[in-house]
Nanobody
Framework: VQLQASGGGLVETGDSLRLSCALS??????MAWFRQAPGKEREFVVGVTESGRATYYADAVKGRFTISRENAKNTMYLEMNSLKPEDTAIYYC????????????????????WGQGTLVTVSS
């Protein structure tokens, strides 16, 4: 089982960035992105169900971030627009073999599998 996140980098306020997460080794049903800023706890960003029809966003990113998944390629994406300095963090992709409910999808402990993280830095 392997999750490989990529796409992070240094951008300016207002820029866009697209993160990718390549998954292998398991039939993942629930997927999500979390992030962890320096000195802070890991926080939920967005989650998506197996079908892709249900998505859950943290209030801080609603309207700016979009999650998608391409099951045929076992890949998940996070399109980030209108980036702000407070979006600076290490972004982690997570996945689980269960189809998590909305409440559970926001909890880091609900996911059994994690990527290594990709750093996003937004300069002011």
């Amino acid at each position: 089982v392997q999750l490989q996140a990529s796409g992070g980098g240094l951008v300016e306020t207002g820029d866009s960035l697209r993160l990718s997460c390549a998954l292998s080794g398991l039939n993942f049903r629930s997927m999500a992105w979390f992030r962890q800023a320096p000195g802070k706890e890991r926080e939920f960003v967005v989650g998506v169900t197996e079908s892709g029809r249900a998505t859950y966003y943290a209030d801080a990113v609603k309207g700016r971030f979009t999650i998608s998944r391409e099951n045929a390629k076992n890949t998940m994406y996070l399109e980030m627009n209108s980036l702000k300095p407070e979006d600076t963090a290490i972004y982690y992709c997570a996945a689980d073999g269960l189809d998590l409910p909305a409440s559970g999808a926001r909890v880091p402990g609900a996911y059994d599998h994690w990527g290594q993280g990709t750093l996003v830095t937004v300069s002011s």
